[in-house]
């Protein structure tokens, strides 16, 4: 059973950090793609950031580059890590994880919503100002 679990969220202040992490089972992550979304109240989901398992390819929405970082635990291999630095009040959401197994679709394809279909069950990343 293909299961993610999504954690790592919480409150911290403007210019803050954070690390989310993404913990997979019932599949082998190395030929997919894992995925951040976050929606904010009222508004859509939107991709953020994405690794390919199986070369490495990593992609950023043009709003994170530079502060963002994803990552695969190099001790765990089912764990995608996301470090989130210099956070601001305009990226409070709830942050999802997804993977596009089965499909295995390469990272930097644009965050096609539908071509991820499981995903984590959410952490709230709150940034007070």
């Known amino acids: 059973q293909v299961q993610l679990w999504d954690s790592g969220g919480g409150g911290v202040q403007s210019g803050g950090s954070l690390i989310l992490s993404c913990r997979i089972s019932g599949f082998t992550l190395n030929y997919y793609t894992i995925a951040w979304f976050r929606q904010a109240p009222g508004k859509e989901r939107e991709g953020i950031s994405c690794?390919?398992?199986?070369?490495?390819?990593?992609?950023y929405v043009d709003s994170v580059k530079g502060r963002f970082t994803i990552s695969r635990d190099t001790r765990d291999k089912n764990l995608v890590l996301l470090q989130m630095n210099n956070l601001k009040p305009e990226e409070t959401a709830v942050y999802y994880c997804a993977t596009d197994f089965p499909y295995g679709y390469n990272c930097g394809r644009g965050f096609l919503i539908y071509e991820y279909k499981y995903w984590g069950q959410g952490t709230q990343v709150t940034v007070s100002s």
């Open positions: 690794i390919s398992a199986a070369d490495g390819t990593t992609d």
